[in-house]
């Protein structure tokens, strides 16, 4: 027989008769108004369903992202993303934005390819992984990976026949983009060195690897209001940038004689969003490490039910901050918590270990006896395949096998014998990348730029290669420097946390044309140096952008006071002040 479908009566009493089964049983369909006190028992989405359905009886209007996650949920598209791979078909429409649960970024129009962004918690892939995605790489995508600012990789130039491929293959290394972007927890960063770090307070990598496969098998914990990041700071001698993130947790000491039993606690910080002016905040209380996981859910739980869905730009953590506060947040995140909050002051902490900001470059000793990490700085954190696969060969020869990736776009090889040190330097350098750098290479930052990203401005990587060159040419600084070259207000690349930040723009040449330029910031900083850079130079062309930072290196270099760092020396100026000895010199630069 041949099958004719359902006919329109047939299929008006199926809908009926599921429709009169689920509301017997007290289910609410997805795309249905919910009725009585808990509409939708069985189904993980319940929480979601029920701020959506709260918002539109409130009178709001549901963003089109939001009603995309309702009507087709990104993770029920399996059979229809492999059906447009066999027909070379890239998404449209809001199948663009599903298809980020999975990893996958359609670049158009910057590139007619997707990019896909991995899961690493802590920022850690083994040699045998990194060796597969640089086979990943060369064979469906442009022949290099990308570090990124959360210590991730990065694929792109996935062509439109090959995303599946993609994800079996990574899912065959055990590895997951897994809701690594969209309205969804991105990739956890944690401690560079946690583990070999002897100054560090507890190792955050047991604390990544709970939250990531919490995550990855709760599917309420996916189509969030908006983006979410989480960090974790284990006190040593790296920085991880905890304070930009929506919940960061950072390990601190209570010594004796206090209110609390010594120990090594955690504390927790809320609402970090730097491309939108704010750090986060403490929120005045102290966790176990069994207590972290729980505490991140609680928090996360509370956003999911109460964060706002009908405005995209007001959608994050912080906004939901503003409108409450930080003590009512955490008092709503108690409902979901098995244990109670501990609150204690700062003033309980002991002070924070160093920091010491060229901690990821070179050659470092680690905890154990014998044993040294190597910081390894790829050019603004862009490896080709080959280049990843001779660092995978070069930490299973000498090291542990162990890669470790850093929000300063580079990656640390564990776990070598000092012996073995200047053996396994010489082979990173024969593979083309560095070990030691200049201040200005050290700390130099850029976002993917608009070769590769829709919403840049600027081909930054390109501008900030061409930077470093200038200033190492010209000057030399012996002190840490960083320089964030971020390509939209996003600020993927943190342009406000730099020393020197540089935020694309379209600067006007006459007439109907524009070219690339830059914003300039100084006197950024995070941690104990939490400052939001102040711009000073707007709408800098990017072929000037060169010699006006020069000048401005050069003015720092005969004005500061001994040993001051450039952090200090702008926080100790006012913006006019600043204006008035930088620019001077570039015009005369």
């Known amino acids: 027989m041949t099958d004719q479908g359902f006919t329109d009566e047939q299929k008006q009493y199926l809908e009926g008769f599921i429709t009169a089964i689920a509301s017997k049983r007290g289910v609410g369909l997805p795309n249905s108004a919910p009725s009585g006190s808990n509409p939708y028992p069985a189904d993980p989405m319940a929480i979601h369903y029920e701020a959506q359905d709260r918002t539109v009886a409130a009178g709001g209007k549901l963003v089109p992202e939001e009603i995309a996650k309702r009507e087709k949920h990104p993770f029920d598209m399996w059979d229809e993303m492999a059906t447009n791979a066999g027909a070379g078909r890239f998404p449209k429409g809001l199948d663009i934005f599903r298809h980020k649960f999975h990893g996958l970024f359609y670049a158009a129009p910057s590139q007619d390819a997707f990019m896909l962004r991995l899961r690493l918690p802590g920022g850690i892939v083994l040699a045998h992984q990194a060796r597969g995605l640089a086979d990943v790489a060369e064979q469906f995508g442009g022949g290099y990976v990308d ?53 560090e307070l507890y190792d955050t990598r047991p604390l990544c690897r709970a939250l990531y496969h919490l995550i990855l098998n709760h599917r309420e914990l996916y189509g969030l209001p908006r983006k979410f990041n989480i960090a974790f700071d284990g006190g040593g001698r790296l920085a991880v940038l905890e304070d930009t993130n929506d919940i960061g947790f950072a390990a601190v000491k209570v010594g004796p004689d206090k209110e609390m039993a010594e120990g090594v606690y955690f504390r927790m910080m809320l609402g970090g969003l730097t491309g939108h002016q704010s750090f986060a905040a403490d929120a005045g209380v102290l966790l176990t490490p069994d207590e972290i996981v729980p505490a991140a859910v609680a928090i996360l739980k509370v956003f999911i039910a109460h964060g706002d869905r ?15 506060g930080i003590p009512k947040l955490v008092e709503e995140a108690a409902a979901y918590l098995p244990f109670a909050w501990r609150y204690a002051g700062l003033e309980i902490n002991e ?26 700085v790829p050019p603004v954190g862009r490896l080709t395949c080959a280049q990843l696969r001779g660092i995978a060969d070069i930490a299973e020869r000498y090291g542990s096998g162990m890669l470790r990736l850093t929000v300063w776009q580079n990656l640390l090889i564990s776990d070598i014998p000092k012996a073995e040190a200047g053996t396994a330097c010489a082979a990173v350098e024969a593979l083309g990348l560095a070990i030691k750098v200049s201040a200005v290479r050290g700390g130099l930052i850029a976002c993917t730029g608009n070769v590769g990203c829709k919403f840049a401005l600027a081909d930054t990587k390109r501008h900030a290669l061409v930077l470093a060159d200038h200033l190492d040419a010209r000057l030399a600084l012996d002190t840490p420097l960083n320089i964030h070259l971020t390509g939209c207000p996003n600020s993927c690349a943190q342009h406000v946390v730099g020393d020197i930040g540089l935020l694309a723009t379209k600067v006007d040449a006459g007439g109907d044309d524009e070219i690339e330029g830059y914003h300039i910031h100084v006197g950024g900083g995070s941690g104990a140096e939490q400052q939001l850079g102040r711009e000073i130079f707007p709408s800098v062309p990017a072929d000037v952008v060169p010699a006006r930072v020069e000048a401005i290196l050069r003015a720092y270099l005969a004005l500061r006071r001994d040993g001051e760092t450039f952090h200090a020396f702008a926080g100790r100026h006012s913006d006019a002040e600043l204006t008035a000895m930088f620019a001077p010199v570039a015009a005369a630069a």
Do not use: F
């Open 147 to 199: 570090v990124t600012t959360r210590a991730n990789l990065q694929i792109r130039e996935i062509g439109a026949m090959h995303p599946i491929d993609v994800l079996e293959a990574i899912d065959e290394l055990g590895l997951s983009s897994r809701g690594s972007g969209a309205d969804n927890i991105r990739n956890l960063t944690g401690s560079p060195a946690a583990g070999i770090d002897a100054q």
């Open 310 to 324: 009908t405005d995209r730009h007001k959608a994050r953590l912080k906004y939901l901050i503003d409108r409450w």
């Open 351 to 376: 002070p924070r270990g160093p920091i010491d900001r060229y901690g990821h470059i070179g050659v470092h000793e680690q905890a154990q006896a014998g044993l040294c990490y190597i910081g390894v």
